[in-house]
């Protein structure tokens, strides 16, 4: 019998510089402009969507509702309704985005301490 | 003696959380839908503009060009041209380009190797 070209592709490793591999557009949402912020800035716990938008400075409203909507569809960040009074939101990374998140701070701090040499470089 | 505003900046450490810190430019670039996948294909080792193409599955000849010029005055790759007989330019890392890499395959490798996860959590 012969196996569909999905059920072959289902069997080879996963690739990002493969134009169709889906690991490429989730590679895409979490080196996205904000997505990548957001998931530093929700690294130390949960906050309040406004809290959330002050540590990521420069985000307008809309870009964060829809960047976490992405990061909620990738199972990386969890959005939780809280039924009190009065009623407030707050995000946290799941376990998954919360592993993710280890190797998005390693890449963000290795370059906020070697800036120097990476500015000296430009002049 | 009053220190100047960037005086006092130079002295801050970098945060890419922070709207003006340079560390947010540098970060935008590597986490560029483009420059993520030009470091992770350069990490092997040097190649030709033509073999490098191949390599970024789905990239346009202009925006590997032009992704290789912003990762270049970072500093993070090298161009060379070789006066041979027919001339030819590669391409490789500099030391630390493959110092960042480093941190950039591990992301992508997390996402590649976790992507039956994440593609369940979308269902």
Redesign the interface.
């Known amino acids: 019998m012969h196996k569909s070209l999905n059920e072959i592709a289902q069997h080879l490793?996963?690739?990002?510089?493969?134009?169709d591999c889906?690991?490429?557009a989730?590679?895409?949402h979490?080196?996205?402009?904000w997505g990548?912020?957001i998931l530093?800035?929700l690294a130390p716990g949960t906050l309040r969507f406004a809290e959330l938008r002050r540590?990521?400075?420069?985000i307008s409203e809309r870009m964060l509702a829809q960047t976490l909507q992405v990061l909620e569809?990738?199972?990386?960040v969890i959005r939780t309704a809280h039924e009190v009074v009065p009623p407030h939101v707050d995000y946290a990374l799941t376990p998954?985005g919360a592993?993710?998140a280890v190797?998005?701070l390693?890449?963000?701090h290795?370059?906020?301490?070697?800036?120097p040499?990476?500015?000296e470089?430009?002049t």
């Open positions: 490793p996963a690739n990002v510089l493969a134009e889906p690991s490429r989730i590679l895409q979490v080196t996205s402009r990548t912020l530093i800035a540590r990521v400075q420069g569809s990738d199972h990386l998954l592993e993710l190797r998005v390693s890449l963000a290795w370059i906020e301490e070697n800036l040499a990476l500015q470089a430009q």
